[in-house]
């Protein structure tokens, strides 16, 4: 039977003044008192209705809740238990936030529950092995950022100091016109040539008769392949390099002068992309052939990008590309 608080006290009050002269009272109240504590946590550990646990609410009537509810349902008793036992282990494995927080939301039923706890278990594991390894507990993300923000401006002038170094040593070979040129030396012939009005030398014959004078003004020319047949003699001084971009739109044929040309080539291109073909030069000479077929397709070329990759030389791919928007 429940009483009020001023009945309790009254009780207690009679039961002191019984066994005040009494030490062996004394010593079976402690014991009865001990024996409640162990029933009240026993009952705990089952029900969870505590003391703590009821929020201002008499505990008889949070008692009398639960015991009707279970009345009406008597097979929830059994998995009410089971929980219980569940959360006092994962309380005692220092989990009793996360059981709290669970407990308080109606809305983490059934798969989000068991979603929400396998994310607050890899959240848990996450932090422990960060905690455990130096290099990881000690990172810091805004200053990673901060350093990679600073070694991108590092990189920009470090390219803005390469091009100036690449400008003055391209000036440092131009040679100085001063009152001892000849007129018989390439740069007199240069000079000679730039002073005419008219009837100017052909440049290949230019080009032919200042073969070192050209590579020290101009180290890098940008021809197409026909144009380095045209205006470029095979005996002068091969070029170091001879790179060929869009390789896969220049027929093997119109290569073959560029590469005679230099010590070494690089070859870039994308082998998918349509290979090159003769349709405008067909165009051109199909009126001089009435036996010509509009509907006859243009004859393919081998590029000379497909050469390169039959004769298996060494091949790299891009990791990247400049027009690329993402990293990947």
């Known amino acids: 039977m429940l009483r009020s608080g001023t009945e309790r006290e009254g009780s207690w009050r009679a039961l002191c003044a019984a066994v005040a002269g009494d030490a062996a009272a004394w010593s079976r109240l402690r014991e009865l008192a001990a024996a409640a504590c162990r029933a009240l946590a026993q009952f705990e550990e089952v029900s969870g209705v505590s003391l703590a646990t009821r929020q201002g609410a008499p505990l008889g009537e949070v008692l ?56 607050a278990a890899l959240l848990v594991a996450a932090e422990a092995h960060l905690e455990a390894t130096p290099v990881l507990a000690q990172f810091h993300g805004q200053l990673h950022h901060n350093r990679v923000a600073q070694f991108a401006g590092f990189d920009q002038a470090a390219l803005g100091v390469a091009r100036a170094r690449m400008i003055a040593k391209v000036t440092e ?30 440049l290949r014959t230019l080009f032919r008769e200042m073969p070192n004078l050209l590579g020290r003004l101009k180290p890098c020319l940008l021809m197409s392949p026909l144009s380095v047949a045209q205006y ?27 590469l005679a040309r230099g010590n070494a080539a690089i070859v870039v291109g994308d082998s998918k992309q349509l290979p090159p073909t003769r349709f405008f030069a067909d165009q051109t000479t199909a009126g001089d052939d009435d036996a010509a077929s509009e509907d006859e397709p243009a004859q393919e070329l081998e590029s000379i990008l497909d050469e390169c990759v039959a004769a298996q030389l060494p091949q790299r791919y891009l990791g990247w590309h400049y027009r690329s928007r993402h990293e990947s």
């Open 64 to 119: 009398a809740q639960r015991l009707e509810a279970w009345r009406q349902q008597p097979g929830a008793l059994r998995e009410w238990a089971a929980y219980q036992h569940a959360a006092a282990q994962l309380t005692t494995a220092g989990l009793g936030g996360l059981v709290a927080l669970c407990a308080g939301r109606a809305e983490l039923t059934g798969p989000v529950l068991v979603a929400s706890w396998h994310r």
């Open 173 to 202: 070979r131009v040679p100085r016109l001063d009152g001892s040129v000849s007129d018989d030396g390439e740069v007199g012939v240069l000079l000679r040539e730039t002073k005419k009005q008219r009837r100017h030398k052909p």
């Open 232 to 258: 470029l003699d095979p005996e002068a001084p091969k070029f170091d390099l001879v790179v060929f971009d869009e390789a896969s739109q220049i027929p093997a044929s119109d290569a073959i002068g560029a």
